[in-house]
C-alpha cells in the first residue's frame, strides 16, 4: 500500500495538473511518455526499482482504462532471470528466484471480446538504467531516459489499449508491456514459454520498438512482412495517411516480435529508425514527435480492425537474415540509416574518434565504394566491412549532396 502511495504521489508531480482528455491522444502520450522517460525511473533497468516503478504505473493505467487483468499476479508476471556465466548459454529463467539473479515484471492485460481468437500487441518498457555494456555513452554514469527506447513504444500502447477497449471487436486483444528486452529478450521469451493465454489461440504479435522519430521523410520500416501473405496488402490498405512504409520481410531481429515468431506466429515489427541518441543518455523526451507516434497508433488501430473478421491468418517462415550477414573485425564507426531505400548505404550518425570520423565522414553522407568492393544497400556494405582487418588503409567513397568524395579510413 505504501508504495501505491507513493507511486500516486509520484505521478501527481511529474505529470500535468490537468490530466489530458480521451479526445486529447497527443497529451497522454506526452503523460505516459514524460513519466516513463523521467529521471526519477533512473533508466527503468530490468530488476531495479525504477523498473518496478514504471511496471506499477501501466498497472495502474491498464486498470484504469479498464482491462482484464492477465498476468500470473494480477496484472504482473514475474519472473527470475539468473545469468549464465558461459557466454554460449542462454540465462535461466523461472517463476521463483533469490539475490543470485534479477526479478523482471511483464504487465498484461485483456479486452475480453466476444470471439476466441487472440491478438497480441506488445511494447518493451525496460532501458538500460544508468549505462552498463549496451551503452554507447562515454563517461561517468548517467541516466539513459530512453524515451524514443522504448517508452514511446509503451505509450503507444497504452493508447491504443484507450482506442481499441472502446470498440466492439470480435477477437481478444492482449495488450503485453515487456521487461528485460534489452537483455536478451527476456520477458518476451519468458511469456511464450510460460503464456498466460492459450497461445495456440494467438491470431498474431504487434510490436512497436522505437516509434518516437518519425520524419515522413525516411519513412515507417514494418519487419515481418513476410511472416503471414496477408500483411503487405491489409498494410496498405490501412494506411490511408500515406506514410512511408519500408516493408522488411524477416521475422526476426533484435526485439520482442521474434519470440512470437520463433512460435510460428505472423508478427510484425513497427520501427522509426535509429538515431544518434541510441543508447545514449541524450535520448530524452524533447526529441519525441508525439504527433507522428498518434499517426502510427491510427494505422494499428485500423489494421487491428480490418483483420477482425479474418480466418485465422496463415503463417510463413522467411529467411533468417541474420545467418547471412557476413562476419567483420573492423568497424567504420558510423550508424546506418536502416530506412535508407536509395543505392549505397546512407550514414545517419558519426562516432567521435573512429575510423569514419577521423577520416572526415559526416553524416548523412552515403557510401557507394569501399576498396574495390561497390556498395548499394547495407547487405553489400557489411560485405565490403568484413573484408578488412585492423591496420588496413581503404578508399572509401561517398555521395554528399550529388558529389562524389573519396577519403583514405584507416582501421
Known sequence: MFRIFQLLSFISIVTFSCIPKASDPVGLLRKDIHFLASDSLKGREIGTEGEKMAADYLAAEFEKIGLTPAGTDGYFQPFFVKDSKNPHEMPSMSDKGDSSGVTGYNVLGMVDNPGEAIVV????????????????????????NGADDNASGTG???????????KELSQDILFFAISGEEKGLWGSNYFVKNPTVNLSKVNYMLNMDMIGRLDSARGLAVHGTGTSPIWSGVLDIANIDSIKLIKKESGTGPSDH?????????????FTGQHEDYHRPTDDVDKINYPGIVSIVELIDRLVVDLDDEDKLTFTKT?????????????????????????????????????????????????????????????????????????????????????????????
Request: aromatic fraction near 10%; glycine fraction near 10%; charged fraction near 25%.
Open 121 to 144: 500487441i506488445g511494447a518493451h518498457f525496460d532501458h538500460l538504467g544508468m549505462g552498463g555494456f549496451s551503452s554507447f555513452h562515454k563517461g561517468d554514469p548517467a541516466v539513459h
Open 156 to 166: 503507444a500502447l497504452l493508447q491504443l489499449a484507450r482506442v481499441l477497449k472502446a
Open 258 to 270: 521474434t519470440s512470437f515468431y520463433l512460435q510460428d506466429l505472423p508478427v510484425l515489427h513497427f
Open 319 to 411: 529467411r533468417d537474415e541474420s545467418s547471412d550477414r557476413p562476419r567483420f573485425t573492423v568497424t567504420l564507426g558510423v550508424i546506418p540509416d536502416y530506412l535508407f531505400d536509395g543505392k549505397g548505404m546512407r550514414i545517419d550518425g558519426v562516432t567521435e574518434d573512429k575510423p569514419a570520423w577521423n577520416a572526415g565522414i559526416e553524416k548523412g553522407d552515403i557510401v557507394i565504394q569501399m576498396g574495390d568492393s561497390l556498395v548499394t544497400d547495407m547487405m553489400s556494405y557489411m560485405r565490403a566491412l568484413s573484408a578488412f582487418k585492423k591496420g588496413d588503409r581503404v578508399k572509401v567513397t561517398i555521395d554528399r549532396s550529388g558529389q562524389q568524395l573519396v577519403f583514405d579510413v584507416d582501421f
